[in-house]
């Protein structure tokens, strides 16, 4: 699935879900489904800098698509990672860098975040994006 319809589908199954802070409660779930990360990896290297919360982000390149998993000692913001991640995964890099999480906003989760979380969401898709990046001029 490319990115334009896993945004679409991202974007129906959050619209289904009535209430902003119920939609909060979805990402938090998100971030409690996730299998997270072993301590090793929890490594500064990874580590999303201007976030208020602890949060890694570890991204993979193999087979010419790019992977990211994540962890935060905060439920939102793992829940906000988990959800980019599961997003940016299993794409082509071209394809990242030309996405952004701009449909987070349509949807009504952006709004109802804090300054500093909305921060450290666009931190994580810099970093994703970054690696992207990297991941193009590798090849």
């Not at 500093?116 to 991941?135: D, H, T």
């Amino acid at each position: 699935m490319n990115l334009k319809d896993k945004q679409a589908a991202l974007i129906e199954e959050i619209t289904l879900i009535p209430d902003a802070y119920e939609r909060l409660g979805y990402i938090v779930e998100c971030g409690k489904k996730a299998a997270g990360l072993p301590e090793d990896l929890r490594i500064d290297s990874f580590k999303i800098e201007g976030c208020m919360s602890q949060l890694w982000v570890v991204p993979e390149f193999k087979d010419g698509l790019c992977y990211f998993r994540s962890e935060s000692d905060s439920a939102i913001v793992k829940g906000i990672a988990e959800l980019l991640c599961n997003f940016y995964s299993d794409q082509k890099p071209e394809e990242i860098v030309e996405t952004d999480a701009e449909f987070l906003a349509e949807v009504g989760i952006t709004q109802h975040l804090s300054p500093n979380r909305r921060n450290g969401l666009s931190r994580i898709v810099e970093s994703i994006q970054r690696f992207a990046k990297s991941c193009m001029a590798g090849s």
